[in-house]
């Protein structure tokens, strides 16, 4: 199973995602668009693994955590190089979140050794290869991001189905404040 723990983002927020994507025009750049169904906050992503999802809830479900408020802020680019690689919109306050992901970690960590950095963001799209390179920067350097706050009080054990058409998430278990 290729599974994932995620803070599912709502409507309005997703919306104003989607919205950013729309700015950013085919003619400019190859681009592989998170579909605006999947757009999510990543707590951790664990990958294809033999554990049990019984195994790993049974340790999220000791994650005790806060309901907190926080806000969509800029936008932002990992590059590497000079090539642009992932299109991504910053949530700020961070702290609490970032607690969260290392109660996550935390719990996990015995099962699942392997070091992954973590940055808050959420991933829009990732960038295939520039077509028009100074008009991509320029449309880049414009995007403004409308400062919608929203609730965090749950995440979520997440199944990432891979098909021709693209992932399909589906939600194995929650875990709420």
């Not at 199973?1 to 409507?11: G, Q, S, T, Y």
């Not at 990732?126 to 414009?142: A, G, H, N, P, S």
Request: glycine share 4%; charged share 35%; net charge positive.
């Amino acid at each position: 199973m290729r599974l994932f723990i995620a803070v599912e983002l709502p409507k309005e927020v997703k919306e104003e995602l989607y919205r950013i994507q729309k700015l950013i025009k085919p003619s400019l750049a190859k681009i592989k668009w998170v579909p605006k169904k999947n757009l999510h906050l990543t707590l951790k992503f664990i990958g294809e693994t033999e554990v049990s999802v019984e195994e790993i809830s049974e340790r999220l479900s000791k994650i005790k955590f806060d309901s907190m408020k926080v806000g969509l802020d800029n936008f932002g680019v990992f590059s590497k190089g000079n090539e642009t690689k992932v299109l991504w919109v910053d949530i700020k306050p961070g702290g609490e979140v970032i607690e969260l992901q290392q109660k996550v970690d935390s719990e996990l960590f015995s099962l699942f050794k392997k070091d992954q950095k973590f940055k808050l963001h959420l991933t829009l799209g990732r960038v295939k290869f520039v077509k028009k390179k100074e008009e991509f920067l320029k449309v880049l350097k414009e995007i403004e991001v409308k400062h919608i706050e929203f609730e965090i009080n749950e995440f979520k054990l997440m199944e990432s189905k891979l098909s021709k058409d693209g992932s399909k998430y589906i939600v194995l278990k929650e875990y709420k404040t």
